[in-house]
C-alpha cells in the first residue's frame, strides 16, 4: 500500500473507533440502505472524520462526490486513502490554489446532485450563480457551519434560496459541543502546531464570544492566558464580562496582545488601526470560516517585507520595524496548521448530519425553501447514543413527575 494511503487509512480507522454514534448510524444505514440512488455533492473540510460521514452516506446507498470547503483543509492522506481503498470521489488537496478551489467543487457539482452537504455554502450558493444548471434537479441541502448558515438565512430573506435547507450549525447536539468544545481544543492543536510557543502568562485577545468564541477563551483561560474578549453584542460582551474576561474594543485591545484569534464570521476584524497598533512579535490566527477576518491587505500595504518562518507562519515586516506573525494565512488556523476538532466531537456532528440528510431525503417535499431547524428528536436520539457509548445512564420522569410539569390546575 503506498504510504500516503496508509497514514491515511490509519487516521481514518483512528476517527472511526472513536467515533461510536456515527457507527451506530452507518449499521442501520448499511442495513435499510435509505439512500439509495441518490447522488450528493459534498463539500466539507476533507479530513477523517468527515472521511468517515462520506463512507457512511456511500454505505448507505449514495453516489457521493466530495471537495473541500476551504483551500488549506484537507489532508492528503485521507483524501488518498478515500478514493483508494473506499472508492469514493474525492476532488480536494491541501494548499489549493483559488482556481482549483473552485474547480474541485464544479466538478462536485457536475454531478447534478440531488442533494448538498455544505459548510460555508459555496456549493450551494454556486448552484444558485454561476451553476444555475443544477438547480433543478437538486432537492435540499444541509449547513453545517455558522457562516453558512448566516448566508443563507440572507439569501432566504431576499426570496432567493429555491431549495429548503437544514441548518444542521444550529442543532444543539452540533453547536454546543462541536462548536464551543472543538473549537476551543482544536484551535490550540493548530497552534502548538504551527508555533510551538507558550500560551501561558500570555494576553490573548479572542475576537467575538459566539459559542465558538466561548469555547477559545476557555480554552486560552485553561492554558493560564491573560483573556480579552472583543464583542459588538452587548449581550455577548456582558456575558464575556460574567464569565471572567476583560472585554474592550479591539482598538484598545491590539496594542496589549501577544495573541490575537479571530472568530466572528464578519471581516475585517482585525483592520489597519489594530494593525497599525500591534506590539512587535504579536501572533495572529483565525477560526472563523473565511480569511478575510484579519486584513491581509491592509497588513501587506504597511509592511515591507514578508517571508514564511515556519511551514504555517509568515512574517510580516512593517515600516516602522515591528515584526506581526500570520498564522495558515489568515485560514483556519485549526484545520489548515491542525487536524480539526476531536473525533468524539465530530462523532455528534457528523450523525447530526447523516441523520439529517436522510430526514431531508424524507421530508423535502414539504419543506418551504428556507432554512430549518434540525428536529429535536433527532438531537435527543443522538444525546441518548452518545451517554450509552460513554457508559453514563441518567433518570427519567415518572408518569407522575411527567403530569406535575406539564399541568397547569393547582395541585397538579
Keep these: 500500500m503506498d504510504e500516503l494511503v496508509e497514514r491515511g487509512s490509519l487516521r481514518l480507522h483512528w476517527a472511526e473507533d472513536h467515533m461510536p454514534v456515527l457507527m451506530e448510524v452507518r449499521k442501520r444505514f448499511k442495513a435499510e440502505q435509505p439512500?439509495?440512488?441518490?447522488k450528493i455533492g459534498m463539500a466539507l473540510h476533507t479530513e477523517a472524520k468527515t472521511g468517515m460521514l462520506a463512507v457512511t452516506l456511500a454505505d448507505a446507498g449514495a453516489d457521493i462526490r466530495l471537495a473541500s470547503c476551504n483551500p488549506l483543509s484537507t489532508d492528503d492522506s485521507v483524501a488518498a486513502a478515500l478514493r483508494e481503498e473506499y472508492g469514493l470521489k474525492v476532488y480536494a488537496k491541501k494548499w489549493e490554489s483559488s482556481e482549483e478551489y473552485y474547480r474541485n467543487l464544479n466538478t462536485v457539482l457536475d454531478?447534478?446532485?440531488d442533494f448538498i452537504i455544505d459548510d460555508g455554502a459555496d456549493l450551494i450558493a454556486m448552484s444558485h450563480t454561476s451553476r444555475q444548471d443544477v438547480l433543478p434537479g437538486i432537492k435540499a441541502a444541509n449547513e453545517e457551519t455558522t457562516t453558512g448558515v448566516v448566508r443563507l438565512r440572507a439569501m432566504a430573506a431576499d426570496g432567493a434560496l429555491k431549495y429548503p435547507v437544514l441548518d444542521v450549525?444550529?442543532?444543539k447536539m452540533k453547536f454546543l459541543f462541536d462548536n464551543r468544545y472543538g473549537t476551543g481544543q482544536s484551535t490550540f492543536d493548530g497552534w502548538m502546531n504551527?508555533?510551538?510557543?507558550?500560551?501561558?502568562?500570555?494576553?490573548l485577545v479572542v475576537a467575538g464570544y459566539g459559542w465558538c468564541g466561548k469555547g477559545v477563551a476557555m480554552r486560552a483561560k485553561?492554558?493560564?492566558a491573560s483573556v480579552i474578549v472583543t464583542e459588538v453584542d452587548p449581550i455577548k460582551a456582558i456575558e464575556a464580562k460574567m464569565d471572567g474576561f476583560e472585554v474592550m474594543r479591539m482598538a484598545d485591545a491590539a496594542p496589549l496582545a501577544d495573541i490575537v484569534i479571530t472568530v466572528t464570521g464578519c471581516k475585517d476584524v482585525v483592520a489597519e488601526g489594530a494593525l497599525r497598533n500591534m506590539k512587535d512579535g504579536c501572533v495572529m490566527g483565525n477560526v472563523g470560516h473565511f480569511d478575510n477576518e484579519i486584513s491581509k491587505t491592509v497588513l501587506d500595504s504597511i509592511s515591507v517585507s514578508k517571508r514564511r518562518v515556519r511551514d504555517f507562519i509568515d512574517e510580516y515586516r512593517t515600516k516602522d520595524g515591528r515584526r506581526l506573525y500570520l498564522i495558515a494565512e489568515g485560514r483556519l488556523m485549526n484545520l489548515a496548521a491542525g487536524q480539526g476538532h476531536p473525533a468524539e466531537i465530530m462523532d455528534m456532528s457528523f450523525s447530526t448530519q447523516a441523520l439529517g440528510i436522510e430526514y431531508m431525503v424524507n421530508n423535502y417535499s414539504g419543506l418551504e425553501c428556507k432554512v430549518h431547524n434540525v428536529p429535536h428528536e433527532i438531537d435527543e436520539l443522538i444525546a441518548r447514543i452518545k451517554l450509552e457509548s460513554m457508559g453514563v445512564t441518567i433518570d427519567e420522569l415518572t408518569e407522575a413527575q411527567r403530569k406535575y410539569i406539564t399541568g397547569w390546575e393547582e395541585g397538579t
Aim: aromatic content about 0%.
Design 222 to 224: 485553561g492554558l493560564g
Design 35 to 38: 439512500l439509495a440512488g441518490l
Design 194 to 203: 504551527a508555533t510551538t510557543l507558550m500560551v501561558s502568562g500570555k494576553r
Design 169 to 171: 450549525n444550529d442543532a
Design 111 to 113: 454531478m447534478h446532485p
